[in-house]
């Protein structure tokens, strides 16, 4: 995993609740064998709308998504998280997310922001009123700030999250080092190792 | 004070749980399936990494496979691809998989437990949402993501916060004709679709003792849909019977299996950081109006009139839900045409909710105006059901008796609505788009979507028993 100190650039509104996985990459994407190439199909549902907010030519390159509440719930396909970051995003700000969606993205780089429901809709209301302003998520400082409206918000995020997004760490490396717990707990635990019928 | 069986599982299973970090729990089973893992086995050769303990891990292909007859191969090349690249990772890596055709293939979540590879007090993950479906045998099940996969396959044990917990107990008995699907979208709408977040829930009460592991099975298959990671229920003598004589038990330790298993229960005095009540004796068919498993209502009422809403928020939801499914507040449900019936997914389609389908199916035909498809969640449970001439049942009326798979759960199959046409289905995700682009979904059991498919209409079981 890459590490992330800050994601910079512009943001957009996604005003829309209960955005769940299966909308923000339609199971028709899922047969792929790679892991790339998945911003094509983000939201794709929505995008053959002109009107759909990311098809406005303001919000082209957008950094930040500014979603509405429980984004990515539903299916655990990490195939959401390929494709909003694919598609060029580095952070998603909501009030709530779903579980597995959350996990998958620290796994990734991802970075995700929980605001209250009203700070939320107040960055919403900035970003559509000037879709150019300069959004920063900085992950050191575990900020958003918009400098150009004196917006600056503290958010939380769990020590471990934070520094694995920080130092990139890979997950399994990490693990990996625990080899010689892994061992002692199958040392001293009944094996559940499937029987002869069930290895072929 | 007595501890939760979330709380014993947690305990059982920890490898490491170093100051500051997320604690490392040990994974007694890894279920694959074609769509998930790929990018995981992927990321092991890259690294130079083995699967650690091929002997705890399981594949079949589920989600990908067309349910036409065998002898025809797989049309869609990215489909088929798909599922060559599982052949192939799994005899690369040596893990055990129940390919097209094998006779235990199915549903990652209907083949685990009737094969007995899903037992009591253990730890089961999958690259899938609803493997809190196993959490009905005791154990401790939920999804994962690809990296987490892949994770599991290098080192056997995955980095967990521990959840907090909660008791869902449903007092006294369902009415008749209210079966394990209507307690569910009872339970999903009582919390909405985030209300289980961060928790583990616990089902208990007389309602959930009563039912059968199926019925069981179907509850905490859709816990997910109220936003928890995993379902439980305690093990009793329903558990113990049901995995007697699986393929994957030995007969021969039944005994010492089955006292232990006895041990995961919560204790009496355990504490649930929340509780939640429902009264089942008041409980009713229920069916799903909108695109989220939470807006549901009986099937003996009316869409939802939105302008009613007190919450802003959810009067927005409601209207774009309304508009989507191309719904007008006020219309009697029993009222709305359906144009396709799909009976399927790894929330019904176990030899139970084929019975209770073919019991209504039998009383009649299929509306002309109306497609239905009966999709076995397994092959074991397509060979049960054929022994059991249910099969000739469902295409005596004019039902299509179709091979395992996923199917039109998540529609990757070819089997998918077109745009437009509304569905009454018993899987467990209603969200646009889930059953094929610009589909409308309905959430309902099996018995009703028998019942809807004779009648070209929502309806009830009673409408054609009577
Ligand atoms: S049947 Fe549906 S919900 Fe179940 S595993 Fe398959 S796609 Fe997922």
């Known amino acids: 995993m890459k590490a992330v100190s800050r994601v910079t650039g512009t943001a957009v509104a996604l005003r829309r609740s209960d955005v769940d996985t299966d909308q923000i990459i339609p199971s028709e994407w899922l047969k792929r064998v790679e892991r790339t190439g998945f911003g094509q199909g983000l939201f794709s549902e929505w995008r053959d709308d002109p009107t759909f907010v ?60 929980q ?19 300069p959004v920063i998520v900085d992950v050191e400082r575990l900020v958003v700030e918009v400098a150009d409206f004196d917006w600056i918000q503290p958010f939380a995020m769990d020590a471990i999250t934070q520094e694995r997004l920080l130092e990139g760490w890979d997950d399994i490396g990490l693990t990996l080092r625990q080899s010689s717990a892994i061992e002692q707990y199958e040392r001293t635990h009944a094996s559940h190792a499937l029987n002869s019928t069930m290895q072929e | 004070m007595g501890k939760t069986l979330y709380e014993k599982l947690w305990e059982e299973h920890l490898v490491v749980a170093p100051v ?29 990494r083995p699967v650690r303990r091929p002997d705890l891990t399981l594949a079949t292909a589920d989600h990908n496979v067309p349910t036409d007859p065998l002898s ?37 979540h209907v083949i685990g437990p009737e094969l007995g590879a899903t037992q009591p007090g253990m730890t089961i993950v999958c690259g899938d949402s609803h493997t809190s479906t196993h959490g009905a045998f005791g154990s401790l099940a939920f999804g994962i993501g690809t990296s987490e996969v892949e994770h599991v396959l290098a080192t056997q044990t995955l980095p967990q916060q521990k959840a907090k917990t909660m008791a869902v107990t449903l007092t006294g008995a369902v009415p008749a004709g209210v079966g394990a699907k209507d307690i569910v979208l009872a339970i999903v709408q009582r919390l909405g679709t985030g209300g289980g977040a961060g928790y583990v829930i616990e089902y208990r009460g007389q309602a959930i003792s009563e039912l059968s592991m199926e019925g069981r099975m179907t509850i905490c298959n859709m816990s997910i849909e109220a936003g928890a990671r995993a379902g439980l229920i305690g093990v009793d003598e329903t558990t113990i019977d049901y995995l007697k004589n699986r393929p994957n038990i030995d007969m021969t330790k039944f005994d010492s299996l089955a006292t232990n298993w006895r041990n995961w229960v919560s204790d ?5 950081d929340h509780e939640v009540v429902i009264d089942a004796t008041t409980l009713k068919p229920f069916m ?10 009986a099937i003996d009422g009316v869409v939802p009139d939105p302008s009613t809403f007190s919450d802003p928020e959810e009067r927005a939801t409601a209207e774009r839900s309304l508009t989507y499914m191309g719904l007008q507040a006020n219309t009697p449900m029993r009222e709305i045409p359906v144009d ?29 105006s109306v497609r239905a498809l009966v999709v076995p969640g397994s092959h074991r449970v397509k060979t049960q059901a054929e022994a059991e001439g249910l099969d000739q049942i469902f295409i005596n009326a004019g039902f299509e008796w179709r091979e395992p798979g996923c199917s039109m759960c998540l529609g990757m199959n070819p089997d998918q609505l077109t745009p437009g046409q509304r569905s009454a289905s018993t899987s467990n995700r209603n969200f646009e788009g889930r059953q094929g682009r610009q589909g409308r979904t309905h959430l309902l059991s099996p018995a009703v979507a028998a019942a809807t498919a004779l009648k070209g209409r ?9």
């Not at chain 2, 009496?268 to 649930?272: S, T």
């Not at chain 2, 139970?352 to 009649?364: I, M, S, T, Y």
């Not at chain 2, 079981?461 to 009577?466: F, G, H, I, K, Y």
């Open chain 2, 72 to 108: 025809v191969p797989v049309a869609d090349p990215t489909s088929k691809r798909q599922l060559e690249a599982l052949d192939e990772n799994c005899r690369e890596f040596g893990i055990t998989l129940f390919a097209r055709g094998n006779e235990n293939q199915g549903i990652v």
């Open chain 1, 115 to 133: 605001l209250s429901a009203q700070l939320v809709e107040e960055l919403q209301g900035i970003v559509e009123q000037s879709p150019h302003t």
């Open chain 2, 288 to 297: 799903t109006w909108g695109t989220n498993p939470a807006q549901v209502v």
């Open chain 2, 340 to 368: 396709v019936v799909f009976i399927g997914s790894c929330t019904n389609s176990r030899i139970e909710d084929l019975r209770a389908a073919a019991a209504v199916a039998k009383r009649g035909r299929v509306a002309s």
């Open chain 2, 268 to 272: 009496e005095d355990a504490h649930f």
């Open chain 2, 20 to 48: 500051g970090e997320p604690a490392l729990l040990y994974i007694d089973l890894h279920l694959v399936h074609e769509v998930t893992s790929p990018q995981a086995f992927d990321g092991l050769r890259l690294n130079r």
């Open chain 2, 458 to 466: 929502f309806a009830t079981p009673d409408e054609v028993l009577a």
């Open chain 1, 54 to 113: 990311l098809n406005q030519p303001e919000h082209q390159g957008a950094a930040i998504l500014v979603a509405g509440p429980r984004f990515g719930t539903g299916s655990s396909r990490e195939h959401a998280v390929w494709a909003l970051m694919d598609y060029g995003f580095g952070a998603i700000i909501s009030s709530s997310f779903g579980d597995i969606f959350r996990n998958n993205s620290s796994k990734q780089g991802l970075v995700i922001v």
